[in-house]
């Protein structure tokens, strides 16, 4: 079947730009995560959903990054004011249970490596 | 500041030589997960381990966690330039309330013919 889609795969975006990154999720997965990976480094945590409930933010680098998920399917990450070092791929994965435990898989998606010049 | 640190960050080898990386913290776990990643791609899960002092097979890569649940390693027997890639280990801190999985910093392997 069908994995994690995201798209665009590559976003260039001029420094104080908006950008907006979507997450198509395998279909029937209930939890949503994005990760921001930055170059050469492990992917770090930025925000998690439970179907349409933003359960936790914590990893949100500042107030400019939102994330949005109405219908409990598609998500979307969306950055304001693009600064260089937002340059990073952007990860979003999914798990059918609404609360993955400690051994379950978390299906990433091919990222959208976000330029910012 | 990573919570899992690994080690090395880069390999560089010969096909058929031996290799172990290693993905260490200060912090207990309740259980540790290796992924693979190739350019381009996110993330594949290899293995999960979950009991101190648990091995685990794969083919030519073995998998370990430490009997304190704060460490655990990778070893590939006999690589093969197909397991070039990034290797990441990740976790759930026991005291971590959420879902997310927290990442060490990775191990870029480099398996040349």
């Known amino acids: 079947g069908a994995g994690v889609s995201q798209s665009p795969r590559y976003k260039v975006a001029k420094r104080g730009q908006d950008v907006a990154l979507r997450c198509d999720p395998i279909?029937?997965?209930?939890?949503l995560f994005w990760y921001q990976q930055a170059l050469g480094q492990g992917p770090e945590f930025l925000t998690y959903?439970?179907?349409?409930?933003?359960?936790?933010k914590s990893g949100l680098p500042s107030d400019r990054f939102f994330a949005e998920r109405p219908e409990g399917s598609v998500s979307t990450l969306k950055i304001q004011r693009t600064q260089q070092e937002d340059s990073a791929v952007y990860l979003c994965?999914?798990?059918?249970?609404?609360?993955?435990?400690?051994?379950?898989?978390?299906?990433f998606g091919p990222g959208t490596r976000l330029t910012v010049l | 500041t990573q919570l899992l640190e690994q080690s090395p960050q880069f390999l560089s080898i010969q096909e058929g030589e031996n290799l172990t990386v290693y993905c260490n913290s200060s912090?207990?776990?309740?259980?540790l997960q290796w992924y693979r990643q190739e350019p381009g791609e996110g993330p594949v899960l290899l293995v999960t381990?979950?009991?101190?002092?648990e091995v685990k097979k794969l083919k030519r890569l073995t998998f370990q966690f430490g009997d304190a649940r704060k460490d655990s390693s990778l070893h590939i027997t006999a690589a093969q330039t197909g397991d070039t890639g990034l290797y990441l280990c990740?976790?759930?801190?026991?005291?971590?309330?959420?879902?997310?999985?927290?990442f060490g910093g990775g191990t870029r392997l480099m398996v040349k013919p």
């Open positions: 990740a976790g759930r801190p026991n005291n971590n309330a959420g879902n997310m999985l927290t």
């Open positions: 994965a999914s798990h059918t249970r609404l609360a993955p435990t400690s051994t379950d898989t978390q299906y």
């Open positions: 959903f439970q179907n349409e409930a933003q359960l936790d």
């Open positions: 279909s029937g997965h209930v939890s």
């Open positions: 381990v979950v009991t101190g002092g």
């Open positions: 912090s207990v776990f309740s259980s």
